[in-house]
């Protein structure tokens, strides 16, 4: 994901292969490496540990509300009262009720169908913005992203404004006339579309505007040489070339958007939540650790796949120049 | 103009090399881009590689800059291994073929640079900016930025810069390969005089063999990593070292042969039903298997048959004419079916031509117009 | 061979349009002296005139910028480092595990990541603040400065380093003077971003704080789920034109950036 404009094309460079110029030899120079390592081991990787070890522990009524992580001070016998303590009691807990269960089918129905309506909503925009000159293209990816640069808070509570029950999209369909009367759109899944698409435009529009601008203009010029009308030329030539964007802009909404939290919150209605609803609630409201580490769990495995599909579209993307 | 002078400093007894290779290897995973390569290079010498793509020439430049490492063998510079020396403490300097100035510093900010590095005084440091600006006539550019400026303007600063720190070599990477023809050939003659005048080694590549025998003292002829000649121009052109050299620059014609006879009065080779006489050389014996490299400027051609045939004659019928302005390349269908080029100055206008298509043309040349090449 | 099309136009258009038409009717409305957002009763500045007697929002912006400040230098610092080690340390052990870590918290729920990191202040025993706050959006940013810095580091021209090298320039001089001076727009793109990112968080916020460190984000959800509050509106403009300036600030430096390497 690029969030400012790609980079300019590098300077002609001969054929030959550049090594890279720094071999980790000097501490100094691994310290490059390690500094960042360690911090992202520590507070990312280690994190995760954790949670993983919670998901397989019991609640108890204390303060932190879990049974301890591991006891050092035991040696060999903490140890194994440690592995024996281990239970796969919230994960039996989590696959028994139906609320959990269907509270994953919830997101990711949501999220599929989010994405798809970013992509649709998504491409014609980044395809527009491609094809403009090229004084406006910075421009117009400027537009783009400034709301995102904004608060993703401020912008879910914008809709909050238009969309409640004596709100401005009640106003204007009212004197329109295109309704009698004024509809419900706050707490409701409409309105959870609504706000995702909103939010998650720009993560659409930039893979693909990176993708699509890149894209040989004279590949069409010879479509079109070779009897080929406009539209096929665009089925054929233009959108498999812009998969990778595709891609790359597809995960990017639909991982996150399965675990959303603030969306489905604010805008939407509580007869079935999204997981990031269930996990906030059983941590916050319930104070369930366990269980809410057992939900994190099971989320990371449904994610894991398209988290991995990600990271090789983008390495390969990098690697290969953007 | 510059005349190149007659420079044989291996004739000098006694001459030390300023920049020996002694057996260079550098490998890029499998495939070797400079084989075992030795070479000397003098001082004050404007030396040039020369090679097609791919040949190892750039490599080698680059492993004098330091920023390649050789996988075997040694680089000395004067009389220092350069081994263990970094590319910022040796004394060569570089001219990159993108000229890879500095964006963000003006013209003199990318001249001083480095004396930056090295400390130099203020006012001294000005002053040689001063130097090196009158050097390459770009006075008026000292504090324009490189996206100011034109690309020959762009190549000046480059040039200025590497000169700026007195280098004992300066390094030339294809440095004319952007310039358009015109601009390239005034500049081949600025960097002649340059390097007259300021008695540095420059060593430069360059895949374009004009270039490198219009500027170079010496030329060193690369393929696959090798050097396959290392000679002064007139000698590489004149008297190719193999088959290969002589097809690589400019136009040759080769027949194969085999020696009949040699003696002081010369060498007799036959092949292809035709006799061929040289210049006498002590090198071959009767019965080898060897090659004659015959120049296309250097036959005759005649519309008119020769009384006798003798050696170093041919037959045939023109089947093309190529028209270069100055110079027609016919190509000649002999009997047998070889093709020969033949080069004729074009010394009256093309509507005068004596001799067109399909004639039918008798060929000549003299015993020193070919060359014995034994591989 | 530039060819808009009317359906590129309007598709652009619209797309703006919806994009940029919530934000600017809460703009609007934060200057509605009416309460009711049925009824406009004229300009006026009430809403901010109140903002500033609201003690407990003040505090939580100051608390706000900061975090974001000191979490987005950290950033920009770690983000960075990992970039220069992903661009130019070549194959090492462990560089799709590092890579993997770099890359992962961009699409990463944030959900999961507020509450791994909550787990972990828990079991080292760290009273959760202002401090456990920084650390996780430390966490979460470096990835996105990391990402920008390293776009920028592989386009850019490697001879440029190589003549510094060539005119007697060491390499961490060489990229002090050269490189960092032509890569600066982007770590300043990332730094912004960083900011941004940490200015706007709920979620991990939400898990990682404690007493005494309530961040702006956090007051305006609390004052949200009460309902539409005309103070919530002003404040949100006020967040909005900050970033603005910051965004445009940005982008007049990546404009200065056209003559780089």
């Not at chain 1, 006339?177 to 707490?187: D, E």
């Not at chain 2, 003292?217 to 396959?228: F, P, T």
């Not at chain 2, 006489?277 to 005649?302: C, F, N, Q, T, Y």
């Not at chain 3, 460190?213 to 002003?234: D, H, Q």
Request: proline share 6%; charged share 15%.
């Amino acid at each position: 994901m690029t969030i400012v404009t790609p980079p300019p094309a590098p300077a002609s460079t001969p054929a030959l292969a550049r090594p890279p110029d720094m071999t980790p030899s000097s501490w100094r120079t691994r310290l490059i490496l390690y500094v960042p390592y360690a911090w992202l081991a520590a507070f990312f990787l280690l994190p995760f540990l954790i949670v993983l070890k919670l998901s397989l522990s019991q609640t108890e009524l204390a303060q932190p509300p879990y049974s301890p992580l591991f006891d050092l001070s035991a040696g060999f016998a903490g140890l194994k009262t440690f592995v024996t303590g281990l239970s796969l009691a919230n994960y039996a807990a989590l696959f028994s009720d139906p609320i959990y269960v269907l509270s994953y089918l919830k997101s990711l129905e949501i999220a599929i169908l989010a994405t798809a309506m970013l992509l649709l909503v998504g491409y014609p925009i980044a395809y527009g913005i491609a094809r403009a000159s090229a004084r406006w293209q910075p421009i117009l990816i400027m537009l783009v992203i400034l709301p995102f640069w904004t608060s993703f808070l401020i912008r879910v509570y914008a809709w909050i404004n238009i969309l409640q029950h004596d709100g401005l999209l009640n106003r204007a369909l009212l004197a329109l006339g295109i309704v009698r009367a004024p509809l419900v759109w706050l707490s409701t899944d409409t309105a959870i579309y609504i706000g995702l698409v909103y939010s998650y435009l720009p993560f659409m529009v930039l893979p693909l505007y990176a993708s699509l601008q890149t894209m040989d203009e004279t590949l069409l010029e010879a479509a079109a040489d070779l009897g080929c009308p406009r539209w096929k030329a665009f089925w054929s030539v233009t959108f498999p070339l812009s998969l990778p964007g595709v891609g790359a802009g597809v995960l990017l909404c639909f991982i996150p958007v399965v675990g959303e939290f603030v969306v489905p919150d604010l805008l939407g209605g509580s007869e079935t939540m999204m997981i990031g609803q269930t996990l906030w609630t059983e941590f916050f409201a319930n104070k369930d650790w366990p269980i809410a580490s057992t939900i994190a769990v099971v989320l990371l495995a449904l994610l894991v796949v398209p988290t991995l599909l990600y990271e090789r579209l983008q390495t390969r993307q990098i690697e290969r120049g953007g | 103009m510059a005349m190149r002078q007659g420079f044989a400093p291996r004739a000098v007894p006694g001459t030390t090399p300023l920049v020996r290779f002694d057996a260079v290897s550098k490998r890029f995973g499998a495939v070797p881009a400079v084989d075992r390569l030795s070479l000397d290079i003098y001082d004050r010498e404007f030396f040039a590689l020369l090679g097609p793509s791919g040949c190892g020439k750039t490599t080698l430049l680059r492993l004098l800059a330091g920023f390649e490492v050789p996988d075997d063998g040694r680089i000395l510079l004067g009389a220092e291994d350069l081994a263990s020396v970094p590319p910022y403490r040796r004394p060569t300097n570089m001219m990159f073929q993108s000229y890879a100035l500095f964006p963000h510093l003006t013209v003199a900010g990318n001249i001083a640079f480095g004396l930056k590095q090295d400390g130099l005084a203020k006012a001294e440091l000005a002053a040689r900016v001063e130097e090196m600006l009158a050097l390459v006539k770009l006075q008026d550019c000292a504090t324009r930025k490189p996206h100011q400026l034109s690309g020959g303007q762009r190549q000046r600063v480059a040039l200025a810069r590497s000169l700026a720190k007195r280098p004992k070599v300066l390094l030339l990477d294809e440095p004319l390969a952007a310039l358009d023809r015109k601009l390239r050939e005034e500049t081949q003659y600025e960097l002649i005089e340059l390097q007259a005048r300021l008695g540095t080694t420059f060593v430069i590549v360059t895949h374009d063999q004009e270039e490198a025998m219009t500027v170079a003292h010496r030329i060193g002829v690369m393929d696959q990593g090798r050097l396959v000649q290392v000679a002064a121009p007139a000698q590489i052109y004149e008297q190719p070292a193999s088959r290969w050299v002589a097809q690589f620059i400019g136009d040759v014609n080769v027949f194969e042969g085999r020696v009949v006879s040699a003696d002081e009065a010369g060498i007799v080779v036959a092949g292809a039903g035709r006799r061929f006489r040289l210049a006498a050389r002590d090198d071959v014996s009767p019965g080898a298997h060897v090659w004659i490299a015959l120049r296309p400027e250097k036959i005759d051609m005649s519309a008119i048959a020769p009384i006798e045939t003798q050696d170093n004659c041919a037959e045939g019928r023109v089947s093309e004419i190529g028209y270069l302005g100055n110079v027609s390349m016919y190509k000649v269908r002999l009997d047998d079916g070889t093709e020969i080029k033949v080069s004729v100055a074009n010394r009256t206008s093309v509507l005068e031509r004596a001799i067109g298509r399909d004639d039918r043309v008798w060929l000549s040349w003299t015993n020193a117009a070919g060359v014995l090449l034994t591989r | 061979m530039r060819r808009l099309s009317l359906f590129n136009v309007t598709a652009v258009g619209f797309g703006l349009a919806f994009l940029y038409l919530p934000i600017a009717i809460l703009v609007i409305y934060s200057f509605n002296a009416s309460r009711l957002v049925t009824v406009w009763g004229g300009w006026s500045l009430r809403w901010y005139g109140a903002l500033l007697e609201d003690r407990a929002m003040i505090d939580a912006a100051a608390t706000s910028l900061a975090i974001a400040m000191l979490s987005a230098a950290a950033a920009t610092v770690l983000g960075t480092l990992a970039a220069l080690a992903l661009a130019r340390f070549g194959r090492f052990t462990g560089r799709t595990a590092f890579s993997g870590m770099i890359y992962a918290p961009l699409v990463m729920p944030e959900v999961i990541t507020g509450l791994s990191l909550l787990l972990l202040f828990v079991a080292i025993d760290l009273d959760r603040g202002f401090g456990t706050v920084a650390i996780a959006h430390t966490t979460l940013t470096m990835s996105f400065v990391a990402v920008i810095v390293h776009a920028r580091l592989v386009g850019f021209d490697r001879s440029l380093e190589e003549a510094a090298m060539d005119l007697g320039c060491p390499p961490l001089r060489t990229f002090l003077t050269v490189t960092l001076p032509l890569i600066a727009p982007a770590i300043a793109a990332g730094f912004l971003l960083a900011f941004s990112l940490s200015l706007d968080d709920l979620v991990i916020a939400s898990f990682t704080t404690g007493p005494g460190a309530t961040t702006l984000p956090i007051r305006i959800y609390s004052e949200v789920r009460l309902g539409v509050k005309p103070e919530i509106n002003a404040v949100c403009t006020l967040m909005i034109a900050v970033v603005a300036v910051a965004v445009v600030a940005a982008s007049w430096l990546t404009r200065r950036d056209r003559t780089a390497g």
